[in-house]
């Protein structure tokens, strides 16, 4: 190469880095009035929409291997296609569950600053882990629904927290996001508290989906927060099926992988 190319080259290089700069210059300007925080403790970090490395190392990540129907942790590896006790004992309406972190006292206030407190930024977070630990539903489905909000339900709280997080989903994955297809026309009470048979029975026939030709044959994954009992899921999955949906499965940010207690069921 000579001396030319040389330079040539090096201007190139020295032009790129200057628009990689310029790009990020609005962020960096935005970072010295006010620096990025630690979604859960508000101390300083080094990037947006992350955790401190203390918080971070608090958050248990569910990893491989788990139950194939429930997403539930297992003590060892089973193989392929294992299943939990507790997926045989009590079969699921849908096909596959996953989370991305264990539901405890570390992961409800992330959870719980998107669900009650509006604080989007933490979406980002939270729809990255999910990504990766539902990459094989993603990857395999039609369709991403949102468990859905009873209109008054939405209008006080202005937003559906599963919403936000599908359609962060559908951004990073390009997999359609069907926010309307499917309703919820039961007001129902929270289910915080309730047993597993009050759950069941408060979201019977909660749901319905808008055109009954949306689903049919289709591959869905079903987008929520938190599963705890399963029993908003079950009822959206029947639901979905019954206008011939091909597959369910279910992909939430905190699942509860201990004995189901009223007082830590977040679930609607």
Known sequence: MSDMDDEVAENTALIQR????????????????????????????????????????????????????????????????????????????????????????HSRPLIHALKYHDRMEVAPFMAGA?????????????VLVPVPLHRWRLWWRRFNQSAVLAQRLGEATGRPVEVLALRRVKRTRSQVGLSQAERETNVARAFAVADPEAFR????????????????????????????????DVLVFGLVVTARRPHIDDEE
């Open 18 to 105: 200057l628009r990689v700069w310029g790009r990020s210059l609005p962020a960096r300007l935005a970072d010295l009035v006010a620096p990025p925080r630690c979604l859960a403790c508000g101390d300083e970090v080094v990037a947006t929409a992350a955790l401190c490395p203390q918080c971070w190392a608090k958050i248990t990540f569910i990893e491989e291997p788990v139950c194939a129907v429930m997403g539930l942790p297992l003590d060892f590896d089973q193989g392929e296609g294992a299943v939990s006790g507790a997926a045989l004992a009590n079969p699921p309406d849908w096909d596959r569950a996953r989370g991305a972190v264990v539901f405890d006292d």
């Open 217 to 248: 044959g289709r591959r869905v994954v079903l987008v929520d927060d938190v599963l705890t009992t399963g029993a908003t899921a079950n009822a959206c999955a029947r639901t979905l099926k019954r206008a011939g949906a091909a597959r369910v």
């Open 130 to 142: 999910m990504a990766r630990a539902g990459r094989r539903l993603l990857a395999e489905a039609d």
